[in-house]
Each structure stands twice: as C-alpha cells, then as structure tokens.
C-alpha cells in the first residue's frame, strides 16, 4: 500500500467529516480495480462494520464491497452476514448505503453470487415490516439489476422477477419490474 493510500485510511478516523469524505472517495476511486493491499485493511474494516459511529460502518461497508474484487482468500464468503447485517442498521441511510454496494461482491464469483442472492432474497422477504421496507425493495430489485448487467445470469433475472411478483401493491409491483423493463 503506498503512503497516498496509508494516509487515507488514516483520515477515515477524522473528526472533520471533510476530510473523511474526502479520504473515502479517495479510497472508493482507488478500489474500483483489483489492489494488492486488500488484506492489510480487511480485518480492520470488517470490526468496523460494528462499530459505534454509523458512519464509519457506512464507509465500512462501502469499501468492502469494492474489495471484494481484490479478495483471492475469499474471505468475503465468512464476512458477508456481517455485511449483510450492515443492511439492517438502525440508521436507514448507513444501511441503504451498504445495500446500494452490495452487488459489486455478487460479481467477483458464482459462490459470491450466490451468497448476495439469498442474502437479497432474504431482505427482501423480511424488510416488508421495516419502516422504508419499499425502498429497502426497490434498492434489492436494483442491485439483481446491476448484477444481472454484468453477469448476464438468468438466474439472477429469474430471481428478481420472482421477488417482483410477491408484492402486493401493484404500484411497487410496477415501479419495481421498471427497472427491469428492456431485458
């Protein structure tokens, strides 16, 4: 890892949010291709995606997911019900966030795939009772989405149609199968 990066890392723990925003999109930009460094953060996040401050499990959450590219161990295969838990944060928008990135570790491998796509289905199935249950819905429909373009899997398609079809209003119903209109 170079210093450039060392460096970001270290302001991820910044009291100026400034600085930590900044420090992540940093890091966010550096982690849109495969790096060799992956593993001397890991663990680091992976506690992080506990941790106290909810932006920091945010930011957690975010940069796992684009690491998961990098992960030859596949340890991403034992943390992702941590990452998956992340989606069920008391605070909607550190949850939404890590929802919203959660497609990028179903594309790095079929066993990754897999685990996303029961952990989507799952969420889907039981966020119906949570307060933003149908954003939770839309942002679910969203990353099978963004799998399936990359992927090109029908199963992912075949999923995401079967969840569409559980939903009882017909608005959300609509609103959600647009996202897979064109396919």
Known sequence: MNDTTKTAFDQLTSSDKEIQTQAFFSI??????????????WDGLVADLHHKDNRRRAIASQILCNLAKSDPENRMLSDFPALLHVTRDERFVTARHCLQAIWKVGV?????QQLVMDGLAGRYAECITEKNGTLIRYDIVDDLRKMYDVLEDETIKTLALKLIETEDDLKYRKKYAGLWRGV
């Open 28 to 41: 966010m930009a550096e982690t849109e291709q495969p790096v060799d460094w992956a593993y001397e953060v």
């Open 108 to 112: 790095v491998g079929q066993p990754q």
